[in-house]
């Protein structure tokens, strides 16, 4: 498969990493690609571009089967309100097109908040960087590459 920011990133930090491509479906999200994989949507860690009220930044992830909690979000971060960033902006900012956004080697350094409970998976998959491909890897990897905020921040989808 060919190289992208995120393999490229997570190859420079020895980390060990599965593959796996699947269908992508426009607006399908992770019900799709949990179902392609034959793993829970749950293990599924979404990566979302959003900005806060200055209109900075930055990255959270969340089990594919909840939501963000933008109101809780912000409370964590001290920040007045969070919401989600354009697509067009999310582009721009992690160089990623939507739908294969990837919190790896992105375009600038963007703060990552992620949800607590996610280190509590045996193994996550996550954007690898297109639409379509996922990447498998520890969380406790993920922690030690990108050194995320965790937050407690999902409600039930």
Do not use: W
């Not at 593959?19 to 399908?28: L, R, T």
């Not at 969070?82 to 919190?103: F, K, L, M, N, W």
């Not at 963007?110 to 045996?122: F, H």
């Amino acid at each position: 498969m060919a190289d992208t920011p995120a393999t490229v990133f997570l190859r420079r930090h020895d980390v060990a990493y599965t593959e796996h491509e699947y269908g992508y479906v426009e607006h399908g999200g992770t019900e799709v690609s949990a179902r392609a994989l034959g793993v829970p949507e749950h293990d599924v860690v979404k990566t979302l571009v959003m900005q806060d009220d200055a209109g900075k930044p930055l990255i959270i992830l969340m089990h594919g089967d909840r939501t963000v909690s933008t109101k809780n979000l912000a409370r964590q971060a001290g920040v007045k309100r969070i919401e989600p960033c354009r697509p067009d902006a999310a582009q721009r900012h992690s160089g990623y097109q939507v739908g294969g956004t990837s919190p790896f080697g992105t375009r600038k350094k963007l703060p990552v908040y992620m949800e607590r409970s996610i280190l509590e998976l045996a193994k996550i998959y996550i954007n690898g960087g297109r639409r379509g491909y996922l990447v498998g890897l520890s969380p406790a990897e993920l922690a030690r590459t990108l050194r995320p905020t965790l937050v407690e921040v999902a409600l039930a989808d």
